[in-house]
Every structure is written in C-alpha cells, then in structure tokens.
C-alpha cells in the first residue's frame, strides 16, 4: 500500500505535536500547517525536524484566517487525511478575542472545506471540537448532549461542529467530528491550569516563584492524557464511516483536586503559596464537565489508561525536571559571564 499522506493544522501545538509522531511512526508522510510569528514558534516540533527526512515530515506556512494560503498548500499536498486542529484554543481569551477566535476556530474549517471542495479533493477530515460546546449542560455528557455553550470559543466550535455536519450531509464530505475533554501533557500551553499548576510547584520547590495565583478553584473538569488522545484522532478517520465520538476518562476533578495533588507530590502545603484573584475568572463559567465515551469505546475500541494522578505525576516530574535543567543552565551563564 502506498504510504498516506496526512496535513495537520495546529502542528506547533499540544496535540498536533503529539498526532505528528504517532502518524510518523505509523509511516505516514507528514506536513504541518505553521503560521507566521514573530518568534520561533516550533518548539514542540523541532526533534522531528532534526529526526525525522524532510521527505517524510516538512512544514508549509499558512493560517486559518487566510484562505488563499489553505488553497495553496492543499493543491500542493493533497492529503489522503486531514487532522484539522489548529484554533484560538484559550477560553478565556476568546472573550478578549470574540472576532479573532470566530474568525479561526469558525471560519477556519470553511475555508478548509471549501478549499477541499474547490479543487474536488476526497481526504478523510478530523475536526477538533470540543467538550466546552456542552457548557452548561449538566454532567455526564455524550454524543446526544444539548449544546448549550458558554463562551465565544464555544460558540466558535459549535459553529464547526454543524458545518461539518452540513457538509458530510450535503456534500458527502468524509469528516468526523471529535468531541474531546481536557486532555494534557508536559506539553501543555503554559496558561492552561494544569500546566500552570505543576510549573509554578516546581518552580516554588526550587525558589524560582513564591505564590501561585489562580481563578476559580471549584470548577471540574475530565482531565486525560493528550497522547492518548490523539490515537482516538486517528481511530476516527479509520473507522468505516464519519461519525461523531466523545473522547474523555468518564472521572472528573476539581481545580483544586489539581492543585493538592500536585503540592503534595512536591511536598509541600498548597495553601501557603496558591491565592486567587478576579482576574482569572470567566464572565461565565462552564461548572462541570464529565464526559462518556461508551461510543468510542464501542466503535472505535478506545478507552484511557493513565488515570488523574498518574496524570499529575507525569506533569509533575516533567515541570520539575525542565525548571531544574534550566536553573542549572542559568546559574552555568552566570558563572560563564563573571570576567
Ligand atoms: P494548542 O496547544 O493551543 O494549539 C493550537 C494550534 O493552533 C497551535 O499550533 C497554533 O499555532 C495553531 N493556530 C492558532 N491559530 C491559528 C491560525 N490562525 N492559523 C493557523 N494555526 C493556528 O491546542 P491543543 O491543546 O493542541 O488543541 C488542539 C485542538 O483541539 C484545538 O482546536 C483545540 O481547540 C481543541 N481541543 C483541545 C482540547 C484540550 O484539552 N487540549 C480539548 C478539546 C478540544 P501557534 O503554535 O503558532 O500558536
Ligand atoms: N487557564 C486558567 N488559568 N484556568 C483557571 C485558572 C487559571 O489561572 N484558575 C482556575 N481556572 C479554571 C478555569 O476557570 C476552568 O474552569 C478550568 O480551570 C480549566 O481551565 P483551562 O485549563 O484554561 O481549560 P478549559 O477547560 O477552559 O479549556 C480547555 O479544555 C477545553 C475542553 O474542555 C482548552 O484546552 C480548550 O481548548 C478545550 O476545548
């Protein structure tokens, strides 16, 4: 069988990163959608680059909000698969960034489709929804949940969700949309709550910071393992027909969960460092999300292994490990600066 060739939007991020190594070693031919940015953007994906032939894994440059530059790199790599995952993915800065996360998160998948469409292409298309479209629907949430969604990320996605529902129905486009729960890893955006967590306790149990300062404590959330994740990404595009799949562990945890299992692996008592301030509270909040993934287990045989505090220990040890690295690269530049 010849060897697929897969495009991934959002490759520079969490699960991009992560989806690239797992299609690599399944010997897929990988390109990645890079936007421009006024720094080095690839910090999640360089060991490929250093790794890996640029035959099999290669970036292109273009953005969401940029149709003209998805209809290039289309036409130039006509992808057997679609993994499209690149998105304004902070919530609470969607409410900073109502039209910008629109724009990308929304229209992005109709520039995608209507690219895919224009030049009569057939790949498989993954598109990454969201549990956050569930909202205020109360826990636990499957496929038939109402949507009711609480932020303009929310909406954004909701919106994405129906258009690939409308153009699976109506065009016979093979898309599958994949409503997955809080997933984390080391390689975490650093403002996201779990990884803001388990950076700022290791830094603290080294005397790089005194305090850490969080929002609301008491939201909760399902929180998996992001490389475990992305293998359900794949299991949807290889599944007989597009479907609709919550991926999530079926557990949820507080904020504050979060926080005490993180201070207690570091050994020391959260209450004396972690404070809270408005400033990190949403104009609203989604309370409490707790997927079920019975569907996915069922078709796609998936289901999650590492559970909440392997998944703590893991950020845990990876934040410690990185902060003490780069503390001792420090100190190195500073003994290395004294004439
Ligand atoms: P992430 O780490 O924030 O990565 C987002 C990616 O999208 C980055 O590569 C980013 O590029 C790219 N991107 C942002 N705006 C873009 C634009 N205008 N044009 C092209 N690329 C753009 O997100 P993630 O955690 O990997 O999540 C992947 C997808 O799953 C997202 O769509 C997210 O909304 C969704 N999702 C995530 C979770 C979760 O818990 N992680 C759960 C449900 C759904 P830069 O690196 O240049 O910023
Ligand atoms: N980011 C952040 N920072 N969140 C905080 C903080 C803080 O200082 N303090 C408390 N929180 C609370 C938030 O209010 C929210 O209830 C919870 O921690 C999780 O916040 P995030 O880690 O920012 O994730 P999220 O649940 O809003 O969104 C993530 O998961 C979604 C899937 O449910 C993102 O990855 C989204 O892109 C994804 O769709």
Same mark, same amino acid.
């Given at each position: ?50 790794? #890996?032939?640029? @035959? ?9 909000? +940029? *149709?003209?530059? /998805?209809? !290039? %790199? &289309? ?15 902070? #919530?609470?800065? @969607? ?9 990308? +998160? *929304?229209?992005? /998948?109709? !520039? %995608? &489709? ?226």
């Amino acid at each position: 069988m010849p060897r697929r060739t897969a495009l991934i939007t959002g490759v520079t991020g969490q699960d991009g990163s992560y989806l690239a190594e797992l299609l690599l070693a399944k010997d897929y031919r990988v390109f990645g959608v890079v936007r421009q940015s006024s720094v080095f953007n690839t910090g999640r994906i360089d060991h490929l680059f250093e790794k #890996v032939d640029s @035959s099999r894994f290669d970036y292109v440059r273009g953005d969401l909000t +940029d *149709g003209s530059s /998805l209809g !290039r %790199l &289309l036409r130039l790599i006509k992808p057997d698969e679609i993994y499209h995952l690149g998105a304004q993915s902070h #919530v609470q800065v @969607s409410f900073e960034i109502p039209e910008y996360t629109a724009d990308a +998160d *929304g229209l992005g /998948l109709v !520039r %995608l &489709l209507e690219g895919v469409r224009e030049l009569d292409l057939r790949p498989r298309i993954y598109n990454a929804c969201s549990s956050e479209m569930f909202g205020s629907a109360p826990p636990p949430q499957d496929e038939t949940s109402p949507l009711q969604p609480c932020s303009p990320y929310a909406a954004a996605k909701v919106f994405a969700y129906h258009l690939a529902r409308v153009y699976r129905s109506g065009y016979g486009t093979w898309i599958a949309n994949g409503i997955l729960f809080n997933h984390e890893s080391p390689r975490r955006g650093e403002r996201f709550v779990t990884r803001k967590i388990t950076r700022a306790a290791a830094r603290i149990k080294l005397g790089l910071q005194d305090e850490l300062v969080l929002g609301n404590l008491s939201a909760l959330r399902d929180w998996g393992y992001a490389p475990e994740y992305v293998d359900a990404m794949w299991r949807m595009l290889q599944a007989s027909e597009p479907g609709d799949f919550v991926i999530a562990t079926g557990e949820s945890h507080s904020v504050q969960e979060f926080v005490e299992a993180t201070f207690a692996l570091a050994g020391l008592d959260w209450r004396r460092y972690v404070r809270t301030d408005p400033a990190y509270l949403r104009p609203v909040e989604v309370d409490a999300l707790r997927g079920d993934a019975s569907l996915a287990r069922r078709v796609l045989g998936w289901q999650p292994c590492v559970n909440f505090p392997e998944l703590v220990r893991i950020m845990w040890e990876a934040d410690l490990q990185r902060e003490r690295i780069l503390l001792e690269g420090t100190a190195a530049h500073a003994a290395a600066a004294v004439p």
